[in-house]
């Protein structure tokens, strides 16, 4: 039976639901440019940790960890739910310490012109929109596929509907909107995975049939793959790296009301990820042990319910991605929008109140509208985040250490990114995951079998902690207060 008709009225339901409770939300706030774009110390622990999951599990739940999976093992789903968990429990320290000496910065942009100058904000600014843009992209497109896959519906029209529902409140109300919808709809993230989990484990004749594949396959259950704990590995770094110039997570960070709220959300969170990760993965490795050929990796959990489950889990896959969009999307545009609004009025003082109210919300409208088109070519949900995750490696540990108040100068700060970048990019795996584009690794006497996307993502952290380490032991590297 086609899914396309109960498809497009759960997605009329979920996405017109979300909008109307966005909306009413949004009257009963009074929205100025503060507001829209800063939610100073206005939410407890329990809201910020469910709309912090909410936040940082988006639709590519749904594809990412089963696909890498699937590849891998089981060694890969632990090492990306590690690397989910680690930036959470990194920001339960790092989002207090720099919030108490940069207390009126509202992301790490302003933090480092506060630290080294505009010319370091434009930096970290444009790094920040590079990952937010393509994790924008990369959640319409994932949605585009769910449906598409599922129930057949063409990719632009799903983009255009979740687009267009999710623009009208978030670029209304601004971020105490979305922190509050966020809050709503993480509370149903888990629930339906669990029901589209244990769906599929009955559709598949119970835990020991579901399993029994995969018997046959320890390559793909071994704790101890190496090339399982490689892409773990890489998957820990890039996602840390990521997220760490995420600025609607740091929105969320100043959202809190105080650094004890900070660290309990942050924490608690960090545990609510795990198995969200490890339930979504799973799904990689029924899908591998039933189809080592892999001829549909990127939609690994999508082929296995399609396949194998009745029409209901199907259709709580559905709703399930739905929300993960909505999660997400409306954070990620309000995050742009916060981004450039902060650096148009530190570049321009004059800008009135008003006048960036008017740009956080055309730069949300924009942002989303722009990523349409984009996510209806279909592009690897995947690829499309790695790539975004390694430039962020390339400047995670200098810009972040000099935050801290390591005594990196201007100049070390941008030899350190551009030197990383200069190496660690061309070592980079092309759309296949496997070849790279220059492959580094005899020259550093590596096994020829090793994960270029770890040697890429090695090279990304260590060059720019090295560079930078000796720009700071360069004699008169004061360190610009």
């Known amino acids: 039976m086609s899914l396309a008709v109960p498809a497009l009225i759960i997605a009329a339901a979920v996405c017109?639901?979300?909008?109307?409770l966005g909306v009413l939300?949004?009257?009963?706030?009074a929205t100025d440019a503060e507001g829209f774009t800063a939610a100073r110390g206005s939410t407890g622990p329990l809201r910020s940790a469910i709309s912090l999951l909410a936040l940082m599990t988006g639709t590519w739940v749904l594809f990412s960890p089963s696909e890498m999976t699937s590849y891998t093992g089981v060694a890969t789903l632990l090492g990306y739910a590690l690397g989910m968990a680690a930036p959470l429990l990194i920001l339960a320290?790092?989002?207090?310490a720099l919030v108490r000496r940069h207390p009126d910065a509202a992301g790490p942009g302003l933090m480092a012109r506060a630290r080294w100058g505009a010319p370091a904000q434009v930096l970290i600014s444009l790094l920040a929109i590079m990952y937010m843009g393509s994790y924008l992209v990369a959640e319409l497109t994932a949605i585009s596929g769910v449906f598409g896959v599922i129930a057949g519906v063409p990719a632009w029209a799903t983009a255009a509907l979740v687009a267009g529902?999710?623009?009208t409140y978030a670029a209304w109300g601004g971020v105490r909107v979305t922190i509050f919808t966020d809050a709503v709809q993480g509370w149903f993230i888990l629930p339906l995975l669990i029901a589209a989990f244990v769906g599929t484990v009955v559709a598949l004749g119970g835990w020991e049939a579901a399993q029994q594949p995969l018997g046959e396959r320890p390559d793909l259950m071994a704790l101890a793959s190496r090339p399982g704990i490689e892409?773990?590995?890489m998957l820990i770094l890039g996602i840390v790296a990521a997220n760490l110039?995420?600025?609607s997570v740091w929105q969320r960070v100043l959202a809190c009301r105080d650094d004890a709220t900070r660290?309990?959300?942050f924490i608690l969170a960090a545990i609510a990820i795990v198995p969200v990760i490890i339930l979504a993965g799973w799904f990689g490795l029924w899908y591998a042990a039933r189809n080592p050929e892999l001829p549909a990796a990127s939609t690994a959990l999508f082929q296995v319910v399609?396949?194998?489950t009745p029409t209901w889990v199907a259709l709580a896959v559905l709703a399930l991605a739905l929300i993960l969009v909505m999660s997400t999307l409306g954070s990620l545009a309000n995050g742009l929008a916060g981004l450039i609004a902060a650096d148009v009025a530190s570049f321009r003082p004059a800008t009135t109140p008003a006048r960036r109210l008017a740009i956080g919300r055309g730069v949300t409208i924009a942002a989303a509208l722009l990523a349409v088109p984009i996510a209806a070519a279909q592009p690897s949900v995947t690829y499309v985040f790695l790539v975004a995750d390694l430039l962020c490696a390339c400047a995670v540990v200098p810009v972040f250490a000099g935050l801290l108040g390591a005594p990196l100068p201007l100049w070390g700060l941008f030899a350190a990114v551009f030197t990383a970048m200069a190496v660690a990019i061309p070592a980079f795996p092309r759309t296949d995951f496997i070849t790279p584009m220059v492959d580094l690794r005899p020259v550093l006497c590596l096994p020829a079998d090793c994960s270029a996307m770890l040697v890429s993502f090695a090279l990304a952290v260590g060059v720019s902690t090295l560079v930078a380490g000796i720009c700071m032991l360069v004699p008169g590297t004061a360190r610009r207060k």
């Open 16 to 20: 017109g639901g979300f909008a109307v």
């Open 306 to 308: 399609a396949q194998a």
């Open 231 to 233: 892409v773990g590995v």
């Open 245 to 247: 110039f995420d600025q």
């Open 165 to 167: 529902t999710t623009l």
């Open 93 to 96: 320290w790092l989002g207090p």
């Open 25 to 29: 939300y949004a009257r009963r706030q």
């Open 263 to 265: 660290r309990r959300s």
